[in-house]
Antibody, heavy 120, light 108 residues
């Protein structure tokens, strides 16, 4: 059974870079047809897609965040990572990683999520 | 950019039917997917491609999509169905995923 687990600092200072890693278990991140995505949810609010990556390194991002986002993949570790630069309090959210069922479809399954708070 | 509008809340008695709408411009031309999110938990896919169910999702969950509205229907509602529900589509014009505003389902 495929499982995803987010990890990284729970507190980031304003203007710094948020960095998270998603570890995939129970399957290979190099499986064809699947992308791997990041989605976030501010406290008490809705879901926002951040971006997705293919095992080859091909990426696509939410246009509203594209200038600050970098997603990378490490197939040797079965992991993919998120970097979000110049963070502000508005970036405080639960960050989820999920399998992206080919570009343009749906997300399944999701990781449990990790809360990242932006505060000095 | 493409906007998906959902009612903030829906209330339903146990055993009755809950219908959650997702409105968007010509949404019937897109594939709509639905997620259930219980408090403190990650979203779970309950319907994909308008009306298909992943394995393990009860038949009580069904979906439809036409015109400007997609609908998630929960039949014979149970207390355990109380959750937030989100619709999601792919906006090909701007090349990104869009989620609906979310609907809180309360079981009376």
């Amino acid at each position: 059974q495929l499982q995803l687990q987010e990890s990284g600092p729970g507190l980031v200072k304003p203007s710094e870079t948020l960095s998270l890693t998603c570890t995939v278990s129970g399957g290979s991140i190099s499986s064809s047809s699947y992308y791997w995505g990041w989605i976030r949810q501010p406290p008490g609010k809705g879901l926002e897609w951040i971006g997705s990556i293919y095992y080859s390194g091909s990426t696509y991002y939410n246009p509203s965040l594209k200038s600050r986002v970098t997603i990378s993949v490490d197939t040797s570790k079965n992991q993919f990572s998120l970097k979000l630069s110049s963070v502000t309090a508005a970036d405080t959210a639960v960050y989820y990683c999920a399998r992206d069922i080919t570009r343009g479809n749906w997300f399944d399954p999701w990781g449990q999520g990790t809360l990242v708070t932006v505060s000095s | 950019s493409y906007v998906l509008t959902q009612p903030p809340s829906v209330s339903v008695a146990p055993g009755q039917t809950a219908r959650i709408t997702c409105g968007g411009n010509n949404i019937g031309s897109k594939s709509v997917h639905w997620y259930q999110q219980k408090p403190g938990q990650a979203p779970v896919l309950v319907v994909y491609d308008d009306s298909d169910r992943p394995s393990g999702i009860p038949e009580r969950f069904s979906g439809s999509n036409s015109g400007n509205t997609a609908t998630l229907t929960i039949s014979r509602v149970e207390a355990g169905d109380e959750a937030d529900y989100y619709c999601q589509v792919w906006d090909s014009s701007s090349d990104h995923y869009v989620f609906g505003t979310g609907t809180k389902v309360t079981v009376l």
